[in-house]
Nanobody, 124 residues
Framework: QVQLVESGGGLVQAGGSLRLSCATSGRTFSGAAMGWFRQAAGKEREFVAAISWSLGTTYYANSVKDRFTIARDNAKNTVYLQMNSLKPEDTAVYYC?????????????????WGQGTQVTVSS
C-alpha cells in the first residue's frame, strides 16, 4: 500500500559525493522509521542507515558512520542519504525501506515496505 521511490543514484568517482532521496506516498505512511539498505552484486543485502520520523534519531553501519548522513524532511515526507568520500566498496543497489514498528532499526526483516532501488556505482 505504501509506495517508496528512490532517486539520486548514479556514477561517481572515488572520493566523490552523491545524495539519495526517498519519497513516500504523501501522508499515507505513519510508521516509526525509514532506513537505507544496499546490496552489491553477488552479496547479501546489508544495513546502511536509519532514522526515526519523530525525533530524528540516527543509526549507521560502522562502514559508513563517518562518511554518510541520513536526514529527513517531515513536511516533504522524504528521507535523504548524503554519501561523501565514496569508495568502490560502496557500489551497490541502494534501497529505501519503511518501518511501522519501533526498535530494531538495523534489521531488514523488520521493515514493511521497500522501494525499487537505485544504482550507485563508484569508480576507482
Amino acid at each position: 500500500q505504501v509506495q517508496l521511490v528512490e532517486s539520486g543514484g548514479g556514477l561517481v568517482q572515488a572520493g566523490g559525493s552523491l545524495r539519495l532521496s526517498c519519497a513516500t506516498s504523501g501522508r499515507t505512511f505513519s510508521g516509526a522509521a525509514m532506513g537505507w539498505f544496499r546490496q552489491a552484486a553477488g552479496k547479501e543485502r546489508e544495513f546502511v542507515a536509519a532514522i526515526s520520523w519523530s525525533l530524528g534519531t540516527t543509526y549507521y553501519a560502522n562502514s559508513v558512520k563517518d562518511r554518510f548522513t541520513i536526514a529527513r524532511d517531515n513536511a516533504k515526507n522524504t528521507v535523504y542519504l548524503q554519501m561523501n568520500s565514496l569508495k568502490p566498496e560502496d557500489t551497490a543497489v541502494y534501497y529505501c525501506a519503511a518501518k511501522e514498528g519501533r526498535f530494531q532499526y538495523t534489521l531488514s526483516n523488520q521493515y514493511d515496505y521497500w522501494g525499487q532501488g537505485t544504482q550507485v556505482t563508484v569508480s576507482s
